[in-house]
């Protein structure tokens, strides 16, 4: 406890430091922003072994390739694109000045906001502080960055890293458990980031009211796929078995659940199969296999199992037993909702599937749901696809493909309703961490003197009459 009060005072102490450089230094160039960025990519690309081996001794087993695959690369690539746009985003924005108000110039300046907070989740401990911080570094802010406590090989290595190439008054890392992450919710931030279960982004939420600080919340949630009545169901298959496997599906954005037509269940199921299992033959001594994060999690995933056994659910495990926290795949079927696995987000590799008789009944039965993060659809019509698009809310959405969607620099990411709010990545996160300042220029000659007091002069109903009708 004692050492939890000194990592808070500590957390204070650094939030002073941060607010006190910007105030020294509020509008940093291009030229120093995009150094910045350039030692990050730097020490991002030399320390790739020791990222990918601290992500491996957390999970206790996590492919080094999806590290490289899910942290690393996207990582650099934001980092790459940011670089190269940087300048055009820093530039004001012209806007248009009504005849009535001539002559004069009106613009959008965007402005730092000040000391960022980015609160990571544990289950991509790298790319989920480095995005956030690569949009932050870009707007010109100062950050500080809540590690879990779930990968503490991963935040002690990603505090050592940055301490080397940042100063603490601009960029520090904070570590400790709960009430370390409670306390730097509380702090006076200019912006807030949190990444993590919707249960806790409503603490995180109500924290940063007491401040009037504005929070982008990046949440879960229960992401659908649908499967259409003629889409070949080895493509579909194929790539949603890679989304649900990747990282054992401890991806906010991975698929939660399939929706099948009724006569294509039994051919979806074997053609997943296959698919798994083409992906990884084996589970027992498989470097590809990641493991669970932890006894908890582990435990919260057997409990769904059991629960929706107990329930009638029919699980069809794709490996004959576990290994450690390796987890065997599942598909679950006859499925229903009183099951708590169809009210949670997974989290893990289990897939229910859920059939269903038309493709209104799959809009319906997602609509009745809180809104997901992510949605996907598995479809060669190109007007369902448009009925996709314009009849079901989610936060993102891949046509033929899971995830990816994440990956494109030049798109936003983030939620809608309980999935989160606000997004990032790209110029989007560029104008999320930064204040879009309306501004408005006049030089010498003033024309509005002509609606100044006192009222009814010839002059004023002249006006009146060009521009109220």
């Known amino acids: 406890m004692q050492h939890s009060q000194q990592q808070i005072d500590q957390l204070q102490q650094l939030f002073a430091r941060q607010r006190d450089d910007f105030r020294a230094n509020p509008m940093p160039s291009a030229e120093q922003r995009i150094q910045w960025l350039k030692a990050l990519s730097q020490m991002l690309s030399s320390n790739q072994d020791a990222l990918i081996k601290a992500i491996n001794q957390d999970f206790s087993n996590r492919s080094a390739d999806e590290t ?37 110039v009106a613009k959008v300046v965007y402005q730092p906001l000040g000391v960022v907070g980015v609160i990571v989740p544990w289950n991509y401990p790298l790319f989920l502080a480095m995005g956030p911080l690569v949009g932050a570094l870009s707007a010109g802010n100062r950050v500080m960055i809540k590690m879990s406590e779930s990968t503490p090989a991963t935040s002690q290595l990603v505090k050592d890293l940055l301490g080397k190439i940042f100063p603490e008054d601009l960029v520090c890392v904070a570590l400790g458990e709960a009430e370390v992450g409670v306390a730097f919710s509380k702090l006076a931030f200019d912006h807030l980031l949190f990444t993590g279960a919707t249960s806790i982004g409503k603490h995180v939420m109500r924290a940063a009211a007491e401040n009037l600080t504005p929070v982008t919340l990046e949440l879960g949630g229960k992401s659908p796929v649908i499967v259409s009545a003629d889409v070949p169901l080895k493509d579909a298959a194929e790539r949603i078995a890679f989304g649900k496997t990747l990282n054992a599906g401890q991806t906010c954005v991975a698929p939660d659940y399939v929706l099948v037509p009724r006569n294509r269940v039994d051919g979806f199921v074997a053609a997943y199969r296959e698919a798994v299992t083409r992906f990884y033959p084996k589970l027992q001594d498989n470097p590809d296999y990641t493991a669970i994060i932890n006894e908890r999690q582990l435990q919260r995933l057997k409990g769904l ?41 997974i989290f893990g590799p289990l897939l229910p599937i859920v059939p269903y008789d038309t493709l209104e009944q799959a809009f319906a039965y997602i609509n009745q749901r809180p809104r997901p993060l992510a949605l996907y659809y598995f479809g060669y019509n190109k007007a369902e696809q448009q009925r996709v698009l314009e009849q079901t809310h989610s936060g993102g959405v891949c046509l033929n493909d899971t995830m990816l969607h994440v990956a494109q620099d030049d798109m936003p990411f983030g939620g809608v309703g309980p999935s989160g709010m606000g997004h990032y990545h790209g110029h989007e996160g560029f104008k999320t961490f930064s204040h879009a300042k309306g501004t408005f220029i006049k030089q010498r000659f003033n024309a509005a003197r002509m609606i100044y007091p006192p009222y009814g002069k010839a002059i004023q109903k002249l006006v009146y009459k060009l521009f109220i009708r």
């Open 68 to 104: 490289l695959l899910a942290e690393i690369m996207p990582s650099l690539q934001g980092i790459h694109y940011a670089c190269g746009q940087l300048k055009k985003w820093m530039k004001p924005s012209r806007r248009s000045v009504g005849l009535a108000f001539q002559p004069a």
């Open 305 to 345: 199992l059991s629960d929706a056994e107990s329930q009638g659910a029919k699980v069809i495990n794709l490996y004959p037993e576990a290994q450690g926290r390796r987890l065997p795949h599942a598909v679950l079927l006859e499925v229903n909702d009183a099951m708590t696995i169809m009210q949670d987000e």
